[in-house]
């Protein structure tokens, strides 16, 4: 089991521990999906919730705007 693995066993188990019943890890990385949610949002879709299309760059860019100092292996 590599590093990331110990590191990722030991983040679920303490989630465990502290009692929550589901603890999942994603990458750091621009969601699959961003397209979608920019078409979405190009159709008004988001009507006034403009907080989303307010953190457009953000959901874009994750790893430099939300999550600096986060890596994915």
Known sequence: MGMSEQIKEKIIQRATELGFDLCGIAPAVTALG?????????????????????????????????LRSVQSS
């Open 34 to 66: 961003f397209p979608h949610l920019q078409d979405w949002l190009s159709a008004g879709y988001a009507g006034q919730m403009q907080y989303i299309p307010n953190r457009e760059q953000a959901y874009k860019t994750l790893n430099r705007f939300c």
